[in-house]
């Protein structure tokens, strides 16, 4: 058998490979990349400033809330050309003044419109007839929310408009020559060290921000789903050949979470089949022989892991309960034997316990938030616990606010732990930066909280080991 290294959940953008695996939602982008583009500032959680040039309605760039400066919004067109006018398509948190300014170098400015009524919604600025490479909008006052928060930014005819798309395509290829550099270096290193096979799962995200609203639906409607659009794959890939074999291949289902046995001949995963509503837990063999449903019922079973004497640790929404804050529900830890039966839950929490896992001593590493007298926002840091769900304490961050720490795993031969570091509530489906811990010192988490606030592009880690870990995070 050869050997296998569970990656876990990559989505649909991580990998060329998947293009036309389905369709993306309708008016929503197709990832063909965005231009080169700065802000002043971005909010935390997911509104990164591409997203308000990726052609996707449903997603956008937000500054830091609180503002007592003016935040701004800028793309570089790539050349100088003429520009005629621009559409802003604003969220409820629109800019009551705001200015256009243009620049040939990025050193002296030009405005070239200033609206001091904003009302928000999509406003549309003509006539500037102007010349620029870079294109600037400046807010100066808010309007009913302290931050600044736009869906969309489209230029209105001339050069302007063929520019931004010759700039699109350019740093869509620019995008797909650094995966495949990206991702041959991570191949060579593991491949370096035996392992020749990747499993992992693609799926749609969804649309909330929160880390743990990618199940089930809203308390507003059953028929408001919190995961994503149907679309979902568990694959093996080769290192050396590039060639994928797809073990579940369900355009209408979902696919998620999957982890390979000790053995290394069998895979568990969370599998909301096509028609169906809830996230289960499946087996199959690693060579797509054998599948079996292990959980079943009304209710969402997923991030299994498997436990030292045969059992199951997975998360799980039969607590029946809601996010106190929120309006999605809550799912804790349970355990389960190894055929599905005698399923009991493990961790009693009001709220969210995700991503367990297995630490070399035999105790579940996982992530905990902590809401009873404590901030709701702040305190969601990595617990431990034996299988049988005694012994819960602390096992890092709990004293360091405003980081989520989630999806932790042991890095082999060492005494650290790789986690994900995603600031606030985290992003959608859990996108961060990958920290190294050593728990005996707790060390440097200064530094990591502020490395934990600039842009990434981490989910769901699993290090071979320390060497391996940089190249892995920067292909995720």
Not at 26 to 50: D, F, K, L, M, Q
């Amino acid at each position: 058998m050869r050997k296998a290294i569970c990656l876990a959940m990559l989505l649909l953008a991580a990998c060329a490979a998947f293009a036309g695996f389905a369709k993306p939602p309708e008016g929503g982008a197709a990832n063909s990349g965005t231009p080169n583009v700065r802000a002043s500032s971005v909010h935390p959680g997911g509104y990164p400033v591409e997203a308000a040039f990726d052609g996707d309605p449903k997603t956008r760039w937000a500054s830091r809330a609180g503002v007592s400066e003016p935040e701004w919004l800028e793309i570089d067109l790539g050349r100088v050309v003429g520009i005629d006018g621009l559409s802003i398509a604003w969220e409820a948190a629109y800019a009551a003044e705001y200015e256009i300014r243009v620049s040939e170098d990025g050193k002296t400015w030009k405005t070239v419109n200033r609206r001091t009524s904003g009302k928000g919604g999509v406003e549309r600025i003509t006539g500037l007839a102007t010349r620029g490479q870079l294109v600037r909008i400046h807010c100066i006052k808010p309007g009913p929310h302290p931050l600044y928060s736009i869906w969309e930014v489209s230029f209105i005819g001339g050069e302007a408009e063929a520019a931004i798309k010759e700039s699109i395509r350019a740093a869509a290829q620019r995008r797909q020559q650094e995966r495949a550099e990206r991702f041959k270096g991570i191949a060579d290193r593991l491949a370096g060290q035996g392992i020749e096979e990747i499993v992992f799962a693609a799926r749609h995200m969804g649309g909330d921000g929160h880390w743990y609203a990618n199940f089930g639906y809203y308390a507003r409607g059953e028929d408001r789903k919190a995961y994503g659009v149907p679309g979902g794959r568990l694959s093996r890939m080769n290192l050396k050949t590039g060639q994928i074999i797809h073990l579940i291949d369900d355009a209408q289902g979902s696919v998620r979470d999957p982890a390979v046995h000790y053995d290394g001949k069998r895979i568990i995963f969370a599998y909301r089949k096509g028609g169906t509503e809830n996230f289960n837990l499946y087996e199959i063999n690693a060579d797509g022989t054998g599948l079996r449903q292990i959980t079943s019922g009304p209710w969402d079973d997923f991030e299994p892991t498997w436990l030292p004497d045969g059992g199951i640790a997975f998360v799980s929404s039969r607590c029946k309960r809601w996010v106190n804050c929120w309006l999605t529900q809550v799912a804790i830890i349970h355990r389960c034997d190894a055929d599905g039966s005698n399923i009991r839950i493990l961790s009693s929490n009001n709220e969210q316990d995700n991503t367990p896992w297995v630490l070399p001593d035999g105790r579940i590493l996982y992530q905990r938030w902590e809401y009873v007298d404590r901030s709701q926002v702040d305190y969601h840091h990595l617990w431990t616990m034996n299988p049988d769900g005694s012994g819960q304490t602390v096992f890092y961050g709990n004293q360091h606010p405003g980081i989520v720490m989630i999806d932790a795993k042991p890095i082999p031969n060492t005494d650290k732990v790789l986690a994900i570091f995603s600031p606030g509530t985290a992003s959608a489906n859990t996108k961060a930066r990958s920290i190294p811990l050593m728990p005996k010192t707790a060390r440097t988490i200064a530094r990591e909280q502020r490395a934990s606030a600039r842009p990434a592009a981490i989910r769901i880690p699993l290090a071979s080991s320390t060497f391996c870990t940089p190249p892995a995070a920067a292909f995720a």
